[in-house]
Structure formats: C-alpha cells, structure tokens
C-alpha cells in the first residue's frame, strides 16, 4: 500500500492549508463516497498514479498560547521515525526563524528525503525572496502558494519521485500467511490482547525483524490457526506521551493498516463508538482491508443478555452504514473470554477477502436479478445491464458492462453490493462496484 509523507514546520506557515490542497484534491475529484468522516489531521492523495497518506503534524500542535519549541521538535522527530518522505514548510514573508533553523538542523541529520517548500509565494518578488532558504542546507526551496496551489504539482512530483517504490502486489492463491492488526484508540486493550495471545506462550512464536518499513510481524501457530501478527501496541513507548499520544497512535495505526489483510478494531465497551473510531474504520475500508469489530471490556458493562448484545451491535452497525456486513465480536481480554472467537473470525474475513466467483456463476445469479428490479430510467432513457464479471484485483472489485453507466446511481450500486453479499459471504470485506460503458 501507499507510503506516508508528512508535513512538518512551524506554526502558522500554512501546514493545513497545504494539507486540505493536497488531502481536498483528492476528495473532490477520485473519492465518490459520500458522508465518509475524515480526520482533519491525516488522509489519502495520489499523484500520478501512486497513493499515499498526508499527514499535518500541525493539527496536533501543542494547545497552548506559548508554542514550546521542545514539543513541536520532539514532533517532527517522530515524524522523521515513521515517515517516508517529508514536506518542511517555511513561510517566505516571514523568513528563516531560530526555530526553523532548529528543525533544519534536526532534518539534515537524517537519511529520509525532505522537500524545502517555501509557502505564499504569489509574485515575483516574493520569488527572490524565497532564495534566502538556501541557507538552511536542505537544497533547492520549491516555491508554492498552499492557498492558490501554484508550485504544489512541482512539489508532489519531488515527493512521489523520492518514495521507496512499491512492494509488488502479492500473488493470489500462493501460500500466504494471513496477516492481522490489532487497531484502535490509546487504552482500549490492544496491548492486552497482544500479550494475551503471545505472552504466556513465548516459545510458539518467533519475531520476524526486517519486514517491510520497520513493522514488526510475531508468527503466531498454535490451535491450527497460523498468522502473522502485524504489532502496534507497544512498539516503542516513547517518554513524553502526553502531547505526542494520539499522533504517534495515529502514525502507527496508518502503518499497522498497510502492512495487514485483516484489521481488527478494539472499541471499549463502556465507551462505544467515537469519531476517531470512526475515521480508523474509514481508513481501513479505504485501504481495501478486512475489518472485524472487537468490543473489549465487555464484562463491565451491567445486566450482559444476549438482547443486550443485539441492541449494542445493531447501535455500531448504524454508525458504520453504508458498509456494516462487518463481524461484531464481544470480549472480555482481561476475563480471556471470546479472545480465539475474535481470531478465528478475522482468519474467515482474510478467506473472504480472497473469495473469487466465476463469471457464469456470476451472471447466472446476478442477471435475473437485474432482470426483476432494473435501474431507475432517467429523462426516458432505459439503462440495459449486459453482464457482470468480477476482476482479477486482490479484493473483491466487480465490473458491469451497461449501455449508460453515468445514469447509475449510488441506491442501485448498494443494491447489487447487498444482493452479492447476500448470495456469497464478503463478510468483513469492502467491495468496489464499477459501471462501465458496453
């Protein structure tokens, strides 16, 4: 999956309204899903065919009327830990501050590539000005204006060309070990799920170092189920964890999200579902991932009857519409209970994902189907669906060949997504649903 390039600088050089320009791009003109929450501090952009994610590390500035230079430093250091490419904003009207030349120093120090962006240069001789960032040593300064977006072309062809390139899509039907992440917010028990599964049984499992960008992958083979762990709970516990947390939780759940097949997303019971639950839902199901809910600490919460359970699932599936064919599993880490049920069903989500269905299988479900309840004619034009295949892509992805795909709306798209999800189970698994012109 895509890389994560991240925005730093001081505050005040226009980080957001770089990100927005870059982040906005995208949502206006390749995302088409509607009422999808995005998290105003991280989201996804490509730029001549690669995707990754930006990242403004200015949305988690330290909330307070001093700026503390030692936290917006310590900031762009974990930055510069789990990023791959780095945007340095700076702010021509202003010029070199001390606390520019500070973050200047702490980027030169290290391998990672960094783009000088020299931000609100609108004219000429805005233009000159901007040749005194030379001295901060990090090379050429690409000049932009983040509001009008002149430059921000040049800039992300700097950025995507400095990417490490792309692992190679994995081959279907090898023997590929499922790999599952335990995601979620700050305290929800995924470091307690972590060591419930490898704690006790530290002989059964081996750590594979040297994975892909650095994310640390525990085998686990035990009660016939085999898979690699992809660890996010308690990589590295950094000392100050107070301004840094939910950055530092969010840089690793991205990374946690790429490197796995299936997600599953810890919620705390007592608590339900909040925003940032939702945006980490959204990223997974925009990354194409599998997702299983997990709704630890569930022996907290009083009077558990199965109606009880009911009511709360039908609550979270209401949050997540339109995707909520998502498997909801209760669990207690603490009491050990239903920890191998949230297991074994993330491994069904993994086979689900991988689910091919043959075109004539396809077509001899699905043309009846159409056939019974057609798409809505449109200012008297009738929309003739031909067939339907399913394309050769890692997750579930289907074409329908139709003589006026841009009269199809989203409703009908939904439609067919629920009658497949119906006949096959995708349980767990996004799917995509293209109209093309037969």
């Known amino acids: 999956m895509g890389n994560i390039v991240a925005i ?31 998290d105003r501090h991280y989201g996804t952009t490509d730029w001549n065919g690669r995707e990754f994610t930006v990242i403004d590390t200015g949305g988690f500035t330290v909330n307070s009327e001093d700026i503390f230079e030692q936290a917006i430093c310590r900031q762009v250091q974990l930055a510069i830990d789990e990023a791959d490419g780095l945007i340095f904003l700076v702010d021509v009207e202003t010029g070199i501050t001390d606390l520019d030349q500070t973050m200047a120093e702490l980027l030169r120090r290290q391998s990672k590539p960094v783009h000088l962006a020299v931000n609100k240069v609108d004219n000429s001789r805005r233009q000159s000005d901007s040749y005194e960032f030379y001295a901060l040593g990090l090379g050429d300064p690409i000049t932009i204006s983040s509001i009008t977006g002149s430059g921000t072309g040049e800039l992300l062809d700097a950025v995507v060309g400095a990417l490490p390139p792309e692992a190679p899509e994995e081959k279907d039907g090898g023997t590929e070990i499922p790999k599952l992440a335990i995601i979620g917010r700050p305290n929800v028990g995924k470091s307690s799920l972590t060591n419930a599964l490898l704690g006790e049984e ?106 009880t359970m009911k009511e709360y699932a039908e609550r979270i599936r209401e949050k997540l519409a339109p995707f909520n064919d998502v498997p909801i599993v209760f669990t ?58 399913m394309l050769p892509t890692p997750t579930p992805q289907f074409a329908f060949f139709v003589n ?28 995509q649903i293209y109209f093309r012109q037969k």
Not at 23 to 38: F, K, L, P, S, Y
Not at 404 to 431: A, C, H, T
């Open 8 to 38: 730093v600088g001081r505050p005040n050089v226009g980080k957001s309204t770089l990100f927005n320009r870059l982040v906005g791009m995208r949502q206006a003109i390749v995302d088409a899903t509607e009422g999808t929450t995005r």
């Open 202 to 307: 530290r002989n059964i499992v081996t750590p594979i170092a040297g994975t892909t960008r650095d994310a640390i992958h525990t085998y686990y083979n035990k009660f016939g189920m085999e898979f690699h762990l992809v660890d996010t709970a308690g990589l590295r516990k950094k000392q100050k964890v107070t301004d840094d947390l939910e950055f530092y939780s969010v840089m690793r759940t991205i990374r946690a999200i790429e490197e796995c097949d299936t997600a599953i997303l810890m919620l705390d019971a007592s608590q339900g579902v909040d925003a940032q639950d939702m945006n980490i839902f959204h990223l997974a199901v925009k990354n194409r991932k599998g997702c299983v809910i997990a709704v630890n600490k569930w022996d907290t919460v009083p009077d558990k009857q199965a109606n």
């Open 332 to 389: 207690s880490v603490t009491e050990k209970q239903r920890i191998f049920d949230t297991l074994q069903t993330a491994l069904r989500v993994c086979e689900n994902r991988k689910r091919r269905i043959p075109t004539s299988e396809l077509n001899d479900f699905i043309l009846p189907v159409i056939e019974q309840t057609p798409p809505p004619s449109i200012k008297g034009k009738y929309i003739r669906i031909k067939y339907a295949m």
């Open 404 to 431: 006026l795909p841009q009269y199809i709306k989203d409703p009908y798209r939904r439609f067919l997504e629920n009658r497949i999800r119906g006949k096959w189970d995708f349980s767990g698994v996004p799917m």
